[in-house]
């Protein structure tokens, strides 16, 4: 499945209006095998790659504080950015390429 992005699929022209922060929200689930230590592990990398990337602000990264509404997922990451245009630096940002 591809990721679509925000603009993608505006019509030239066609003027919206964004909120000035954006927040990007991530799920995901790990392997039933993983160990403790080795989410600890991912979720760190994560934390230290968003470090590198100025544009992210306010990055959260980590299991769920609740197992009853999460659908299976056991890991999330959130983080905001000062509008679209940062927003769109961060994408294209080798750290989060990688």
Sequence with gaps: MAVQHIGEHIP???KIELP??????????FKSSMD???KDKAYETVK???????EAKG?????????????GYDYGMTA???GPEAFGIY????KHVE
Aim: net charge positive; glycine share 10%; proline share 14%.
């Design 59 to 71: 990055v959260v990264v980590g299991p769920p504080l609740s197992d009853k509404a999460t659908q």
């Design 20 to 29: 000035p922060d954006i927040m990007n929200k991530v799920v995901a689930k």
């Design 48 to 54: 230290g790659l968003l470090g590198q990337i100025p």
């Design 36 to 38: 403790k230590a080795t």
């Design 91 to 94: 994408l294209k940002h080798p």
């Design 12 to 14: 030239p022209g066609l």
């Design 80 to 82: 905001t950015f000062e």
